[in-house]
């Protein structure tokens, strides 16, 4: 099968450890392996101690016990597939579930892994594409109409990668009504849950209420733990967890024994580190609500309500233009819309690290200077 290359790590493989300061990545702030061993006391000798043979291949049982006691409450540890970060069981679900011909509806813009390896495979894709007018909101009316007799699934991402969208818990409900009349398997990447700026509105897994939804997560996001490469899919479609379990097979097979031990320390302290998270956010939104409130009329800003990137729009110039002036001329990294197919008038700006307070200030001079974006 030829694959379409994947723009957004094309682009980051180019820039992303030669630009001096990234103001796009969709990570949070990480730590070390010491700053995460410091959560559990004797973590470190467990750590020495780890057995480097084969593990498990649905993933080490410790680490399946917490991901089921931690994020889940329907969803037990034998209905857990870890895999080797959240692309590989996005690209193992792609192709176990369907045959060509069949049809995906799409929440988009979002991340190309969500169509572009199922349309390589012969799959019909129709976009359900985000309202930036209204907020990035999706129009729960319209799913009817791009409903085909071949439709077999429905792909969303709450929170949205990239806008920060969160539906209402009425919203999510109609969603999850909407796929079971129709009996449609939904993808529900979750890597962002857990990130939300006011936890009350923290969404419920879609595995736990919607008997053919497959939940997706990994600890690059929700914890930000990129290096430690786990992800997941959490499910109680028993044909989901049979076809994905023989696919594995042919990709990792198993997953990293240190990885898995570290990930389930991680797991087990997930509320203290989605929290650390979510510190940063919140300050880091302060200073961008100040920023775009100096630029507006060079920007528009809506603000995310949830994980750790959003979805500006420039008014009057080429988001390409614009991010390859910036790159140049400070060395600050971000993200054009062209990458994400969805025109050129948007950018993806990070919000989770530490340094945005030092890189931020580098953007308002390159505009003071500019005289604003043209």
């Known amino acids: 099968m030829k694959l379409t290359p994947f723009k957004l790590e094309r682009y980051f493989a180019e820039h992303e450890f030669t630009a001096r300061y990234l103001l796009c990545s969709s990570d949070p702030e990480s730590m070390s392996v010491s700053e995460l061993l410091a959560y559990e006391p004797g973590s470190s000798e467990g750590l020495e101690q780890t057995w480097l043979g084969y593990t498990e291949y649905p993933g080490a049982p410790a680490l399946r016990a917490e ?6 409450t329907l969803t037990g540890a034998d209905q857990i597939i870890v895999h080797t970060g959240a692309q590989e069981a996005i690209y193992s679900f792609m192709n176990t579930m369907f045959a060509p011909g069949d049809h995906l509806i799409v929440h988009m813009p979002g991340y190309q892994s969500h169509y572009s390896i199922a349309q390589d495979r012969g799959l019909a894709v129709t976009p359900w594409m985000a309202r930036e007018s209204a907020g990035w909101s999706l129009d729960l009316d319209e799913l009817t109409q791009l409903l085909r007799p071949e439709t077999k699934a429905l792909v969303v991402c709450f929170p949205h990668n990239p806008t920060g969208y969160l539906p209402s818990a009425d919203q999510f409900n109609a969603i999850i009504d909407f796929a079971r009349h129709h009996n449609l398997l939904l993808f529900s990447d979750e890597v962002y ?23 997706l997560g990994a600890l690059a996001k929700s914890h930000g733990l990129a290096g430690l490469r786990i992800g997941w899919i959490a499910t109680r ?71 750790t990137i959003a979805f500006p729009r420039l008014k ?6 614009f991010c390859e002036r910036l790159l140049k001329q400070t060395g600050v990294l971000l993200l054009p819309s062209t990458l994400l197919d969805h025109g050129d008038a948007n950018f993806r700006i990070g919000f989770g690290r530490k340094n945005l307070p030092q890189i931020l200030p580098m953007v308002d001079d390159y505009l003071k200077n500019l005289g604003g974006a043209r």
Not at 201 to 213: F, G, K, M, S
Not at 316 to 321: D, F, I, P
């Open 316 to 321: 009057n110039t080429s988001a390409h233009e």
């Open 67 to 72: 991901l089921a006691k931690q994020l889940y």
């Open 193 to 215: 849950r857990g990130l939300e700026l006011d936890p009350a509105q923290r969404l419920p897994a879609a595995c736990d209420v919607y008997e053919r939804a497959i939940s």
């Open 237 to 307: 479609d028993r044909e989901v967890l049979q076809r994905m379990s023989t696919f594995k097979d042919y990709l990792t097979i198993s997953n990293s024994a240190p990885s898995e031990y570290l990930a389930t320390i991680a797991v087990r302290h997930t509320a203290a580190m989605t929290r650390r998270a979510t510190d940063i956010t919140r300050a880091n939104l302060q200073l961008l609500d100040a920023f775009f409130a100096r630029h507006e009329k060079t920007f528009e800003w809506r603000k995310p309500r949830a994980g």
